[in-house]
T-cell receptor, first 115, second 115 residues
């Protein structure tokens, strides 16, 4: 069965510092991978997605993620964090091969940004 | 503004009550989803509807009863709930187009408390 692990439950970074959030997945073939963000009191918003092709994908709000098959990882990065980036971040894998829209989420990483 | 609205935003109900959650999407999507978000647990997919037909029931107890009268509206009928059902219930929608089904748009959720 497919699964997603986010090793870090809580991360604190200073504003302006770089950010990397870790995500590991379990799936035998090429996965469909996603990062979603949830701001307080809101639903989830899709940041970026990977289906195939270029392993470095760009998303909204200045985020990027890199798919590394050898490490079964899809880490999220941002070169300079803004205070508005404080939120909870979820990595997800799309269940395949059914393409039913079933997403399997990790437990989430809460990002705190220090001024 | 994500195009997916949910009402009510907050709900407190006793274990013997019957209530309903409503979700509406204005994005022209054909797939809709109910998720449960509990503290310290990954998001759990509950139900999936494609073109008003239920295509996924993730072993959800029968005290949760979904209804999808058309592609724009989704309801979750609740009855005889348990305190452990207290959670944030999120609705989402997506295009029903293969891998695009994973690109989901979420509403802000209904915070449910069962007393």
């Amino acid at each position: 069965a497919q699964s997603v692990t986010q090793p870090d439950i809580h991360i604190t970074v200073s504003e302006g510092a770089s950010l990397e959030l870790r995500c590991n997945y379990s799936y035998g073939a090429t996965p469909y991978l996603f990062w979603y963000v949830q701001s307080p009191g809101q639903g989830l918003q899709l940041l970026l997605k990977y289906f195939s092709g270029d392993t470095l994908v760009q998303g909204i709000k200045g985020f990027e993620a890199e798919f590394k098959r050898s490490q079964s990882s899809f880490n999220l990065r941002k070169p300079s964090v803004h205070w508005s980036d404080a939120a909870e971040y979820f990595c997800a894998v799309g269940e395949r091969p059914s393409n039913t829209g079933k997403l399997i989420f990790g437990q989430g990483t809460t990002l705190q940004v220090k001024p | 503004e994500t195009g997916v609205t949910q009402t009510p935003r907050h709900l407190v109900m006793g274990m013997t009550n019957k209530k309903s959650l409503k979700c509406e999407q204005h994005l022209g999507h054909n797939a809709m989803y109910w998720y449960k978000q509990s503290a310290k647990k990954p998001l759990e997919l509950m139900f999936v509807y494609n073109f008003k037909e239920q295509t996924e029931n993730n072993s959800v107890p029968s005290r949760f009863s979904p209804e999808c009268p058309n592609s724009s509206h989704l309801f979750l009928h609740l009855h005889t709930l348990q305190p452990e059902d207290s959670a944030l219930y999120l609705c989402a929608s997506s295009p029903n187009l293969g891998r695009r089904s994973y690109e989901q748009y979420f509403g802000p959720g209904t915070r449910l408390t069962v007393t």
